[in-house]
């Protein structure tokens, strides 16, 4: 059973920058997909960014390309999202995950899921 855990959130003015990160209790997460996923209130989880387990190929949402970067260091069993140009509508609960298999947008094809951090975007 892999745990992950997300930190990296709060409060932050449009225009501004956090980096979130996602770390994993076991080292099989190295050989995982990961994804974020973010929730705003009263609305889906959406898919935001995923990696696959080398760091080789990455895959972003439209509405994050060029202002977020997915990145993974797999000798300390982290994933990180680093967000820049942030916006309003960029405020959610962000969500990491993990599959040992495959790698996409399909949330359903998570098997692990932290908890989540809270990333709030001041106009």
């Known amino acids: 059973q892999v745990q992950l855990a997300e930190s990296g959130g709060g409060l932050v003015q449009a225009g501004g920058s956090l980096r979130l990160s996602c770390a994993a209790s076991e080292r099989t997460f190295s050989s995982h997909a990961v994804g974020w996923f973010r929730q705003a209130p009263e609305k889906d989880r959406e898919f935001v960014a995923s990696i696959n387990w080398s760091g080789g190929i990455t895959y972003y949402a439209d509405s994050v390309k060029g202002r977020f970067t997915i990145s993974r260091n797999n000798a300390k069993n982290t994933v990180y999202l680093q967000m820049n140009s942030l916006k309003p509508e960029d405020t959610a609960v962000y969500f990491c995950?993990?599959?040992?298999?495959?790698?996409?947008?399909?949330?359903?094809?998570?098997?692990?899921w932290g908890q989540g951090t809270q990333v709030t975007v001041s106009s």
């Open positions: 995950a993990s599959t040992p298999y495959g790698l996409g947008s399909d949330q359903y094809k998570y098997k692990y």
